[in-house]
């Protein structure tokens, strides 16, 4: 089945303590990216990828961390978590063409205390 | 950079009741259009597009139709569902990845 999954789908840490969110598609897409999504803001990017070692910045980048060394593969990490960072984190893949449907992951809700 | 605005919700209708969500975009050039949907718990799904002028996107009753002389992509059903109570969120984005950016969204309650 083609799918984007993300590990994991709750997380609660504490302020300062290091997290990685996975995150994995299975349609050999070349696009990957992350957005947060926040009540009364929507979706907004926080990093994207074209293709492997290619990644760039979105809207709110600031306090996160990617990296693309497999296709496949586009893990969020943030290095030291704020409580601000709390909010419902999704990523995302699509083929890299005129049409640029994205297909999302079931989302991470994560809570920094 | 892009952008992409939609009506305030929440909308609240009853059953079989006509639907509209307003969505409008800026973009220097020309996006592809969608509107996702959101049910309650789940991530999004691509609910239809279209990805140039004049072109009607349409799936499980609902329509939207790219004007670019409105820059609008206003969301439509003529009959709603309780089952269709989600949030819909309108985005464009250009060609080959590039701009990707989604509205706030608009909460939809259907009545029975």
């Known amino acids: 089945e083609a799918q984007v999954t993300q590990n994991p789908r709750y997380l609660i840490t504490v302020t300062g303590k290091k997290l990685t969110v996975t995150c994995s598609q299975n349609?050999?897409?070349?696009?990957m990216s992350w957005y947060r999504q926040d009540p009364g803001l929507g979706l907004r990017q926080i990093y994207y990828s074209m293709n492997v070692e290619v990644t760039d910045k979105g809207d709110v980048p600031e306090g996160y961390k990617v990296s693309r060394k497999e296709k496949r593969n586009f893990p969020l990490i943030l290095e030291s978590p704020s409580p601000n960072q709390t909010s419902l984190y999704f990523c995302?893949?699509?083929?890299?063409?005129?049409?640029?449907?994205?297909?999302f992951g079931p989302g991470t809700r994560l809570t920094v205390l | 950079g892009n952008s992409v605005t939609q009506m305030e919700g929440p909308v609240t209708l009853s059953e079989e009741a006509f639907l509209t969500i307003n969505c409008t975009y800026t973009a220097t050039g020309y996006p592809s259009l969608f509107w996702y949907v959101q049910y309650p718990g789940e991530g999004l799904q691509l609910l239809l597009k279209a990805t140039k002028a004049d072109d009607k996107g349409s799936n499980k009753g609902f329509e939207a139709t790219y004007r670019k002389e409105t820059t609008s992509f206003h969301l439509e059903k003529g009959s709603v569902q309780v089952s269709d109570s989600a949030v819909y969120f309108c985005a464009s984005g250009d060609n080959y990845g590039q701009n990707f950016v989604f509205g706030p969204g608009t909460r939809l309650s259907v009545l029975p």
């Open positions: 349609m050999n897409h070349e696009y």
């Open positions: 995302a893949s699509s083929l890299l063409d005129s049409d640029n449907e994205q297909f």
